[in-house]
């Protein structure tokens, strides 16, 4: 049995979603059901993070250095014109911290019945879609990353296929080993289906 089977997600931020509650894709046909969404490791935005909170911090550090060299920015600038260069800052930092958000969002992989789906968000206006049957799937194959893969969980899976794109890769997703057996699950009963019925 699908170690997923009976299980349901209704949380928009997960992971790794078995059954997602309410989520559809682009191209999605009649009967398609969504088995597996996948998303990064949440651990994976901790850089971002750290990064985040550097920034936010760099005004504080740059009067604190100024001040030991002796350089008063209320001498230079006008109290207004300190306030806007604070505020365009912070509007940046909000950025970048935004943009990794969103990055991590919409950045999944999705196995279904049918098929395996990786969309690859690469802007607002960007984004790749790559399919692949599953009766295309040849090898599936997981791989934990260091000692934070294995503390955390988390590593990659690396799929065959006799398709156009001939190799994905799921990247940085939660339970790897779960995620392969699964995907070979569903090619085992895709194998054994009549050709053109869904499951």
């Known amino acids: 049995m699908p170690h997923t089977s009976g299980l349901v997600n209704n949380n928009p931020f997960a992971m790794f979603a078995p ?4 989520v559809t894709f682009e191209g999605q046909e009649a009967g398609e059901e969504i088995i ?8 994976t935005l901790v850089p971002a993070f750290i990064i985040t909170i550097f920034f936010m911090l760099i005004p504080f550090i740059v009067s604190s250095i100024l001040l030991v060299v002796g350089i008063n920015l209320s001498d230079l600038l006008t109290s207004a014109q300190i306030f806007l260069i604070t505020v365009f800052w912070y509007l940046f930092v909000f950025g970048y911290a935004f943009y990794r958000l969103l990055f991590w969002y919409f950045n999944v992989y999705l196995l279904t019945n049918e098929r ?6 690469r802007g607002i ?14 090898d599936v194959s997981p791989k934990m990353i260091g000692f934070f893969g294995t503390f955390f969980n988390f590593g990659n899976v690396f799929i065959q296929t006799a ?10 997703v939660a339970k790897p080993d779960d995620v392969a057996q699964e995907i070979s699950e569903q090619v085992r009963a895709e194998q054994g289906e009549a050709p053109g019925v869904v499951a």
């Open 163 to 172: 398709g156009a794109k001939n190799e994905f890769e799921f990247e940085k």
């Open 116 to 121: 395996i789906v990786d969309f690859d968000f």
């Open 125 to 138: 206006l960007h984004k790749e879609i790559s399919y692949a049957g599953l009766g295309q799937i040849e």
């Open 19 to 22: 059954h997602p509650v309410g």
């Open 36 to 43: 597996l969404l996948l998303r990064q490791h949440v651990i």
